[in-house]
T-cell receptor, first 112, second 114 residues
Framework: DQQVKQNSPSLSVQEGRISILNCDYT??????FLWYKKYPAEGPTFLIS?????DKNEDGRFTVFLNKSAKHLSLHIVPSQPGDSAVYFC???????????FGGGTRLMVKP | DADVTQTPRNRITKTGKRIMLECSQTKGHDRMYWYRQDPGLGLRLIYY???????NKGEISDGYSVSRQAQAKFSLSLESAIPNQTALYFC?????????????FGDGTRLSIL
């Protein structure tokens, strides 16, 4: 049973608008969460992270929100750009440790 | 040059063959990982290594083995490949000094087993 789930396999957004990617987890022991971005024929690259002691973390156009009671996190991209088109994976770990548990990914398409 | 290099990038082989996927890194990180990616399942951990003398099984280690030849090199072997091992394989590294996150990934090896 997947402990980290991304229920939307794909998302299409117009350039300039907000993209919201969602991720749910089932294990309440997870306390560190990351988002990775993956382009075709490349490996995942780290985008942004959040510790469970926070509920929000921003980095430029990217903001991650964490709702611990709902076991839900989301990634907001504002404004969306065509270069943001990629597959986004959320991942979770215990004690910011070694083992990452990944969601299945969401393919974001930003249309010009 | 890439910090984490995987070879080969693509491989097609037949059922029953032995295959080795190689990973080398120039980041100087102690910790290295092997993942496989399948559609809809994200990345799943196969094996990881904290240093040259340390090897640990991940979530899906059956049918795989690894070797940590040096700090910079971590190879994954399929002793007798089977079609359901067809997947995209990624190597990653992490630095304990930064709390092991984030992990840094190579560009992957696409493996097809016929």
């Amino acid at each position: 049973d997947q402990q980290v789930k991304q229920n939307s396999p794909s998302l299409s957004v117009q350039e300039g608008r907000i993209s919201i990617l969602n991720c749910d987890y089932t294990n309440s022991m997870f306390d560190y969460f990351l988002w990775y971005k993956k382009y075709p024929a490349e490996g995942p690259t780290f985008l942004i992270s959040i510790s469970s002691i926070k509920d929000k973390n921003e980095d430029g156009r990217f903001t991650v929100f964490l709702n611990k009671s709902a076991k839900h996190l989301s990634l907001h991209i504002v404004p969306s750009q065509p270069g943001d088109s990629a597959v986004y994976f959320c991942a979770a770990s215990f004690n910011a440790g070694n083992m990452l548990t990944f969601g299945g990914g969401t393919r974001l398409m930003v249309k010009p | 040059d890439a910090d984490v290099t995987q070879t080969p990038r693509n491989r097609i082989t037949k059922t029953g063959k032995r295959i080795m996927l190689e990973c080398s890194q120039t980041k100087g990180h102690d910790r290295m990982y092997w993942y496989r990616q399948d559609p809809g399942l994200g990345l799943r951990l196969i094996y990881y290594s904290f240093d040259v003398k340390d090897i640990n099984k991940g979530e899906i280690s059956d049918g795989y083995s690894v070797s940590r030849q040096a700090q910079a090199k971590f190879s994954l072997s399929l002793e007798s490949a089977i079609p359901n091992q067809t997947a995209l394989y990624f190597c990653a590294t992490s630095d304990p000094a930064t709390g092991n996150q984030p992990q840094h990934f190579g560009d992957g090896t696409r493996l097809s087993i016929l």
